[in-house]
T-cell receptor
Framework: EAGVTQFPSHSVIEKGQTVTLRCDPI?????LYWYRRVMGKEIKFLLH????????ESGMPNNRFLAERTGGTYSTLKVQPAELEDSGVYFC????????????FGPGTRLTVT | GEDVEQSLFLSVREGDSSVINCTYT??????LYWYKQEPGAGLQLLTY?????DMKQDQRLTVLLNKKDKHLSLRIADTQTGDSAIYFC?????????FGSGTKLNVKP
């Protein structure tokens, strides 16, 4: 069974540009989560989808971040316009409806804003 | 909000036991987790414990939970060089996870 995949693995953009991160969860997992780790600090929750609906987006830092999960499969996280403080590693995780407590993480996308 | 604290570094010799500690603040947490991150890889779920348990053992891993003190620990017996990684503690209330900053474990041959 394929794990959670994320694309790209690394992105370097200039301040003011737009970047879109993609996450493909484990097939059949209804729950999809985005997290972020900034400057080697703690990993912080951003939001949670159940299928295509946003269940909890309390961790989204501001309106420059837009997450979508059309069709309830893969998800995208767009940052527009990117700021220097957005640099960090963005993790995606997924879990099934039967065992929501077991979140499986992808390898992360390292975003560098210069 | 919820706060999860871990020490940043731990260094042990191969064959010794490692103990990684974590404290958390949310007494309503239902599950507590340990994840491992190897260089260039994602977070690997190692083990988790339900909050009404005080110990869980899985091969070389032992998780101890002191709910009164809100203290969680991960003991790795017979630590190997392949155990070198960053270990994250997390508490969960429903589906929302709160992670610590991670403890970097260095295993010296």
């Amino acid at each position: 069974e394929a794990g959670v995949t994320q694309f790209p693995s690394h992105s370097v953009i200039e301040k003011g540009q737009t970047v879109t991160l993609r996450c493909d969860p484990i097939s059949g997992h209804d729950n999809l989560y985005w997290y972020r780790r900034v400057m080697g600090k703690e990993i912080k929750f951003l939001l949670h989808f159940v299928k295509e609906s946003k269940q909890d987006e309390s961790g989204m830092p501001n309106n420059r971040f837009l997450a979508e999960r059309t069709g309830g499969t893969y998800s995208t996280l767009k940052v527009q316009p990117a700021e220097l403080e957005d640099s960090g590693v963005y993790f995606c995780a997924s879990s099934s409806g039967l065992t929501p407590r077991e979140q499986y993480f992808g390898p992360g996308t390292r975003l560098t804003v210069t | 909000g919820e706060d999860v604290e871990q020490s940043l570094f731990l260094s042990v010799r191969e064959g010794d036991s490692s103990v990684i500690n974590c404290t958390y603040t949310d007494s309503s947490s239902t599950y507590l987790y340990w994840y491992k991150q190897e260089p260039g890889a994602g977070l690997q779920l190692l083990t988790y414990i339900f909050s009404n348990m005080d110990m869980k053992q899985d091969q070389r891993l032992t998780v101890l939970l002191n709910k009164k003190d809100k203290h969680l620990s991960l003991r790795i017996a017979d630590t190997q060089t392949g155990d070198s990684a960053i270990y994250f503690c997390a508490e969960a209330n429903f589906n929302k996870f709160y992670f610590g900053s991670g403890t970097k474990l260095n295993v010296k041959p």
